[in-house]
């Protein structure tokens, strides 16, 4: 009888981090572990001193990270009842850019004492959004220089990404940033920690680190930024470069006795969650889009051509699928953005409603609105509380809702907020469509899917197509799994090209959410008033905000 054989998946999210057992012959889960970081988010006190960060930090601390490791694997694999020597490899997926400084023997500086009280030390998540200056200083430059880079980037550049952060370092903590040997993304860490060899990943580099390819960084560009930041940033960026698919390096005996797995156990390169979710739900040909749907959203697309497309979050080759080019784009706030109008803006008596029902907040506002037909509540939303990643690309872009009246209800609201979500990815959609990407197919996963049978429905609606959603709503680690499987390699019992991998583990498709027809005319007229709030506001929005910073400054 054969031993049957598993891979190790890991997932890096905004708040927690999951870890999954997955039989690679079939795909089954058949062990996981999730847990919550203990630390959060960061953004109003560092948690070793209660020393107050500046508005829009979101910072983390690096031993969450390690208490995944440390916790989340042995409970995995205890829960899947199997022998560690049934593990033949390992994978991690992490969102990005979240980048941590570290010293020559990869230390995060945070846990140096002499530099925990700098907020410049910690782990600077994606969403991070304190980087407007030097985001602007960048795109200014970039444009003037006409840098080819630029294009594969949508023609922006995000305060999310990772040079804007070492450069916000840089201008604010010359010390952090001088003593930093290394910034490096967080799924890179994680992997070079675990094999003792520091290796970069060509995701992270080439959508987050103006990195291609065929030229590299663009290094005259980083000098004539500033000459300093130019001649130190790359010896900061070294690191072997090597493709998501190959593997990174093997587990050291260090981690192998601490996590109670195999010595030399092949380790996957890293990848970005979002694109590690494009193999997890089996995607492996162009024409097919991804909505990976959490705390924001990404939107995935794969082509064998590069198409420079504006607005969106970059292209990249050889990122997702050797051969093919990765397209992201992406709403920076979709579970954020219902989340914080439930947690702070339903009133009391909701609550108490819910917990009579026996339903969760969410459930009851999800029914009560699913009672709503389309433009009934009056309200028309912009989806911008955390900022516009794509296509305008500006962080300090503020949510706007229109309608209010005193008959408002909060389910009201909360469809608006739902609807201006899916408005927002209709404008995405358009945009790839428009530059030439076809689209044939949507597919959904994360956690949103999973739950809300009425989000999935307005956006069948509103995109005017029909939605498939995946079976599992850990597609990341999935992915994850399937990279530590190709590491793994056949001679492993694991496999040798993704596309193999992937027909044999990613996850089936669970439910398809189709368009209502009474509802998708209805819609397509809101969509169009959606529209022109979206090009008014994004092209108003930064003289209304110095207009009333000057207001505020008179005061």
């Known amino acids: 009888m054969t031993t049957l054989k598993y891979s190790i998946g890991i997932d890096y999210g905004s708040e927690s981090g999951r870890v999954l057992v997955v039989d690679v012959n079939t795909g089954e889960i058949k062990g996981k572990h999730v847990i919550p970081y203990r630390h959060g988010v960061i953004t109003d006190s560092l948690p070793n001193n209660k020393k107050l960060i500046p508005k829009g930090s979101a910072l983390q601390h690096p031993k969450d990270y390690l208490e995944v490791l440390e916790i989340g694997i042995p409970n995995a694999i205890a829960e899947a009842g199997i022998l560690p020597e049934q593990i033949i490899g390992l994978g991690v997926d992490f969102t990005s850019s979240t980048i941590l400084p570290v010293d020559e023997k990869l230390t995060p500086l945070c846990f140096l004492e002499k530099f925990q009280n700098s907020h410049h030390s910690w782990v600077k998540l994606w969403k991070h959004h304190n980087t407007k200056s030097q985001t602007e200083k960048i795109y200014k ?58 290796i970069r990943n060509n995701c992270s580099l080439g959508f987050k680190a103006f990195w291609n390819e065929e030229d590299q960084f663009p290094e005259d560009f980083f000098k004539e930024l500033d000459i300093e930041f130019g001649s130190t940033l790359l010896s900061k960026l070294h690191g072997e470069v090597k493709n998501v698919g190959t593997c990174a390096g093997y587990l050291s005996n260090q981690w192998a006795e601490k996590l109670s797995l195999p010595s030399g156990l092949p380790v996957a390169t890293g990848i970005i969650d979002a694109h590690s979710a494009v193999i997890g739900t089996g995607i492996h040909e162009p024409e097919k889009l991804l909505m990976v749907m959490g705390t924001s959203t990404c939107h995935m697309m794969l082509n064998s051509e590069l198409k420079e497309i504006p607005g969106i979050s970059g292209t990249v080759k050889d990122s997702i699928l050797p051969g093919m080019y990765a397209y992201e784009a992406g709403q920076s706030a979709v579970g954020d953005l219902f989340g914080t109008y439930v947690k702070k803006h339903v009133p009391k008596e909701y609550y108490d409603d819910a917990e009579k029902l026996n339903l969760s907040i969410f459930d009851l506002l999800e029914e009560k609105a699913s009672k709503l037909i389309p433009g009934e509540h009056g309200l028309i939303a912009l989806d911008w509380h955390n900022g516009n990643r794509s296509i305008l690309s500006d962080a300090d872009l503020s949510g706007l809702l229109i309608g209010l009246t005193l008959q408002t209800k909060p389910e009201e609201i909360y469809r608006a907020y739902i609807e201006s979500t899916a408005f927002g990815a209709k404008i995405i959609i358009n945009t790839y469509q428009e530059w030439g990407m076809k689209i044939n197919e949507i597919i959904a996963c994360g956690g949103l899917p999973q739950r809300n049978n009425l989000l999935m429905q307005i956006y069948a609606d509103i995109l005017n197509i029909p939605i498939k959603v995946s079976h599992s709503d850990y597609a990341p680690a999935i992915g994850a799994a399937i990279l530590g499987a190709v590491a793994a390699g056949k001679e492993k019992n694991g496999y040798d090209e993704i596309e193999e991998a992937i027909k044999q583990m990613a996850q089936p498709i669970e439910k398809t959410y189709y368009p209502n027809p009474e509802n998708v005319s209805t819609y397509e007229t809101i969509f169009n008033y959606y529209k022109e709030l979206h090009n008014y506001f994004g092209l108003q929005h930064a003289k209304i905000m110095k207009t009333l910073k000057q207001l505020r400054n008179q005061s």
């Open 141 to 198: 430059l970039a444009t003037k220089r006409k840098e080819k880079w630029l294009r594969r980037l949508g023609y922006n550049i995000s305060e999310e990404w990772a040079i804007p952060k070492i450069l916000e370092v840089f201008d604010n903590d010359r010390d952090i940033y001088n003593f930093a040997a290394y910034f490096l993304e967080a799924s890179d860490w994680i992997v070079s920690i675990l094999t003792s060899n520091l």
